[in-house]
């Protein structure tokens, strides 16, 4: 089983500042990760994931997360937020070996100030 | 990319009746797809897996007879909540599992007076 933690329900943070969404799991079991983003009454987007390979990995619009094994994190960060960014984002475990369950963590709200 | 659709996007019922929700993996199969719940400024949880041609594997706590699971084809997962009372209201999600990843669908609100 997997278990993952994101410590900061909201983080406030001005415009064109940067920002980083912290997310910690747990499992006995190598992992993907993903980081979902959920805008106000909307479904779940994937905004990035790592699978295998390159332990930092990159979205179009500008965000990057490092996975880091050591540490069981996979922090999400992006230099510069704008307005747009402000939304729930989720960060995600699921096991390598099967792909089924997917767990997600409690959420951190980001709300970016003008 | 993948989409998957839900339909209705929101529905609002009276105490006691049921409702469908329809799940639709709409340019790929979808062997498997899941249900999730999300109140109100919380996480998403899954409540069970559907597999296409056999019965669904729900989590525990998940009543399996209030909520009726129907994966008929590759492309079409139902959801029905029967007798719905409003702790039900809710957000339901469904993903559709793809290739290294799941895809989701923009989810059903569902509020029963």
């Known amino acids: 089983a997997q278990s993952v933690t994101q410590l900061d329900s909201q983080v406030p943070v001005f415009e064109e500042a940067p920002v980083e969404l912290r997310c910690n799991y747990s499992?006995?079991?190598?992992?993907?990760l993903f980081w979902y983003v959920q805008y106000p009454n909307q479904g779940l987007q994937l905004l990035l994931k790592y699978l295998s390979g390159s332990t930092l990995v990159e979205s179009i619009n500008g965000f990057e997360a490092e996975f880091n094994k050591s540490q069981t994190s996979f922090h999400l960060r992006k230099p510069s937020v704008h307005i747009s960014d402000t939304a729930e984002y989720f960060c995600a475990v699921t096991d390598s070996g099967g792909y089924q369950k997917v767990t997600f963590g409690t959420g951190t709200k980001l709300q970016v100030i003008p | 990319g993948a989409v998957v659709s839900q339909h209705p996007s929101w529905v609002i019922c009276k105490s006691g009746t049921s409702v469908k929700i329809e799940c639709r993996s709409l340019d790929f199969q979808a062997t498997t797809m899941f249900w999730y719940r999300q109140f109100p400024k919380q996480s998403l949880m899954l409540m069970a897996t559907s597999n296409e041609g056999s019965k669904a594997t729900y989590e525990q706590g998940v009543e399996k007879d209030k909520f009726l699971i129907n994966h008929a084809s590759l492309t079409l997962s139902t959801l029905t909540v029967t007798s719905a009372h409003p702790e039900d209201s809710s957000f339901y999600i469904c993903s559709a599992r793809g290739v290294g990843t799941q895809y989701f669908g923009p989810g059903t609100r569902l509020t029963v007076l």
């Open positions: 499992s006995s079991v190598s992992v993907y």
